[in-house]
């Protein structure tokens, strides 16, 4: 059951799910933008390709906009600076001519093994103030929110 105010017939901004879900995102996005740009020079974009591309090497961009929900232009504007920046290199995909594959160089994997534990550390202040139970209900909730938008969206 809804509380109340899910079902009353208007609409109060602030108390709007989506809303509340998509403003704490950019909240936390944005802190932990400002520390990435002072530490490192990467935008969150070149983080998340970065941060991808050291989970799966060999990576297309059509899959990093897939797991990361991000759009392809905002994928190979990220993609094609951190290439300039020696940080990826791209290589033919045998499966697909028309894509490449994304591989971390040697400073790239230096960058990720320098970034990664500081993304942890912002993680860990943002955090470690709540109960770990009450963190592992949120994750779950926001795992099935996902997949709940998604069949709501789907054709």
């Known amino acids: ?36 740009e002072a530490l490192f020079g990467l935008s969150i974009p070149e983080w998340r390709v970065i941060a991808v ?5 060999g990576v297309t961009q059509q899959a990093i906009c897939a797991v ?3 759009d392809k232009v905002t994928i190979s504007r990220a993609a094609i600076a ?6 990826i290199a791209r290589a033919p995909n045998r499966a697909d001519r028309r894509s490449r594959r994304l591989a971390l160089t040697k400073a790239g994997q230096r960058l990720y093994a320098d970034v990664a534990p500081k993304a942890l550390e912002f993680e860990s202040r943002i955090f470690d ?4 139970d009450e963190l592992d209900r949120f994750m ?16």
């Open 82 to 87: 951190l290439v300039d920046r020696g940080l």
């Open 129 to 132: 103030h709540f109960p770990p």
């Open 140 to 155: 779950t909730m926001l795992r099935a929110i996902e997949a709940r938008a998604l069949d709501v969206g789907a054709p």
């Open 68 to 70: 990361t929900r991000m």
């Open 53 to 57: 591309v050291a989970e799966n090497d």
């Open 1 to 36: 059951m809804l509380p109340t105010r899910m079902t009353s017939k208007s609409l109060i901004l602030d108390d709007f799910i989506p809303y509340r879900l998509s403003v704490t995102s950019n909240v936390v996005s944005d802190v932990i933008a400002r520390a990435y």
